[in-house]
């Protein structure tokens, strides 16, 4: 049994140097509406949902970008009903939001 | 098949309010020496192993902490040897470490 039964992390990296990366598709206010939601909810906590910061996840071009947890799903995502999307149908009844998943072809 | 064939995840979360934090236990060495040690060894990419930056994981009690996907399998070390010891036999082989596995009681 794993100790948080979905494990989100968001990209929240800031490159300086002119390449693509997160932050620059305001990564760090899904990140925040997430966390939000998965409270407002009652998922979060041991046994149930985390929601992590993380740094680079080498899947830039795609970016914004997300993972869960031991699925290993990628999520890449435009706006806060994306996010709304993958909080309420994946982090809380375990179904992958398909059109959002990243293309396995996409690196960083 | 997941995009990384292990993910692990550092937490390097520091806390100035006097808290435990990993920060305090040099965690960022503990990564440094992973993420390098990863790459010596040619699993670094995808396909292999990605090592990773985390803000905190909510195990601070057992700080300092990593996770291993998708096998959600949760460490806590001490030193370079204990790291070297996660690389070689959890991160190369899928082998878990039991003795450096963290306790299931441990959160915050």
Redesign the interface.
């Known amino acids: 049994m ?3 039964q979905r ?1 989100i ?1 968001f990209c929240l990296n800031q490159r300086d140097n002119g390449e693509a990366s997160c932050a620059q598709h305001d990564a760090q206010s899904a990140f925040d509406h997430c966390k939000s939601r998965v409270k407002q909810l009652g998922l979060a906590g ?1 046994g149930g949902v ?1 929601v ?8 830039c071009a795609g970016g914004p970008v997300a ?1 869960v ?4 799903v ?1 999520y890449s995502f435009v706006d806060k009903s994306d996010v709304d999307e993958i909080v309420e149908r994946h982090l809380a009844q375990g179904e992958v939001v398909e059109r959002l998943v990243l293309d ?1 072809s996409i ?1 960083r």
Chains 1, 2 share one sequence.
């Open positions: 794993s100790y948080f494990h992390f041991p985390r992590n910061k993380a740094g680079c996840l080498d899947r993972v947890y031991p699925e290993a990628w396995p690196g």
